[in-house]
C-alpha cells in the first residue's frame, strides 16, 4: 500500500514515520509513505498557496493551482490513487471505514490548513472527505497522521493479527483494562482471574469488562452492537440469564 500525504509541511511527519513500526513496515516493504510539500507545485514566483476567499470573510483559502499540477502530473504518470481531504465537514471517521480504506492500493491525503482547499479541487479530485471528529484545528496535519497510523496497523504484517484483534472498536466494543507486573502494588493488585491461568475464564472476564466499559462510556455503541449483532445479543442475554437466575 502507497499513502501521500500532500502538506505544507511535511517536516511534521518525518518524526513520527520514522518511529518503530512505521519505519519497519516500509523497510519490509508492507507500507510506502511519500510526503508531498505542495509548495513545490505552487505556479506563483513567491511558493504563495493561498489567498482570500471570493464573497469576503476572515482567513485564507488554500489555492486550487498547486493540487490540479499535483493530479494532472499523477494522471500522466497513470496513477489513479483514492483521494481524502481530510475536513471538519467530511464525514466521521470510525474504524468500520478504516477497515474500509486498508482495502485500497493507494491513497493520497489532502492535509488542509487556513479556512480550507479551494472548493473546485474538491469537486474535481477527492473521492471522500473524513472528519476525525466534530471540533476544529489550526491544520489537516494532524487528522491526516490519525488516519494514516490508524490504516497503517491494519495492513498485513505491520502488526501481529493478535495484536489489533484486541484493539477498541475491532469488535465493535471498546478495549478490556490491561494489566502488567507487579501483580501488587500497595493495596492496587491485579485481578485474581489473570494470573489464574484460566484461559476461558481469562476469555469471558476480559469480555465483560469490555462491555462494561463500553456501556460506561459509549452506550451508544452497545446499542449499535445489540441491534446488529445476534450472536453479542445472545451472549448479553445468556450472562443476564446466569446473573439473575
Given at each position: 500500500m502507497k499513502i501521500s500525504i500532500l502538506t505544507l509541511f511535511p517536516e511534521l511527519f518525518d518524526l513520527y514515520l520514522s518511529q518503530t513500526i512505521l519505519k519497519r513496515a516500509v523497510e519490509n516493504n508492507y507500507l510506502e509513505f511519500e510526503l508531498i510539500n505542495i509548495r513545490d507545485y505552487s505556479t506563483?514566483?513567491?511558493?504563495?498557496?493561498?489567498?482570500?476567499?471570493?464573497?469576503?470573510?476572515?482567513?485564507?483559502?488554500?489555492?486550487?493551482?498547486?493540487?490540479?499540477?499535483?493530479?494532472f502530473e499523477q494522471k500522466e504518470k497513470g496513477r489513479k490513487p483514492y483521494v481524502i481531504f481530510v475536513s471538519p465537514q467530511g464525514k466521521a471517521l470510525n474504524q468500520e471505514k478504516i477497515n474500509e480504506l486498508k482495502?485500497?492500493?493507494?491513497?493520497?491525503?489532502?492535509?488542509?490548513?487556513?479556512?480550507?482547499?479551494?472548493?473546485?479541487?474538491?469537486?474535481?479530485?477527492?473521492?471522500?472527505?473524513?472528519?476525525?471528529?466534530d471540533f476544529v484545528l489550526t491544520s489537516g496535519?494532524?487528522?491526516?497522521?490519525?488516519?494514516?497510523?490508524?490504516?497503517?496497523?491494519?495492513v498485513d504484517g505491520v502488526i501481529t493479527e493478535e495484536s489489533y484483534k484486541t484493539?477498541?472498536?475491532?469488535?465493535?466494543?471498546?478495549g478490556f483494562p490491561q494489566y502488567t507486573k507487579p501483580s501488587k502494588l500497595g493495596r492496587h493488585e491485579v485481578p485474581a482471574v489473570l494470573l489464574s491461568g484460566n484461559h476461558k475464564e481469562i476469555e469471558n472476564y476480559r469480555f465483560i469488562e469490555s462491555v462494561k466499559k463500553t456501556i460506561k462510556n459509549?452506550?451508544?455503541?452497545?446499542a449499535k452492537k445489540l441491534q446488529e449483532d445476534d450472536e453479542f445479543r445472545k451472549m448479553i442475554e445468556d450472562l443476564l440469564w446466569k446473573k439473575f437466575w
Open positions: 506563483n514566483t513567491y511558493h504563495q498557496v493561498d489567498d482570500t476567499p471570493y464573497g469576503g470573510g476572515a482567513g485564507m483559502l488554500l489555492k486550487p493551482e498547486p493540487f490540479f499540477k499535483y493530479f482495502e485500497k492500493e493507494d491513497i493520497v491525503l489532502i492535509s488542509g490548513r487556513y479556512e480550507g482547499l479551494d472548493q473546485r479541487v474538491i469537486d474535481r479530485y477527492v473521492d471522500e472527505e473524513i472528519s476525525i471528529g496535519d494532524l487528522p491526516a497522521l490519525c488516519i494514516l497510523d490508524s490504516i497503517a496497523r491494519q484493539d477498541s472498536f475491532f469488535n465493535g466494543l471498546l459509549r452506550p451508544d455503541l452497545i
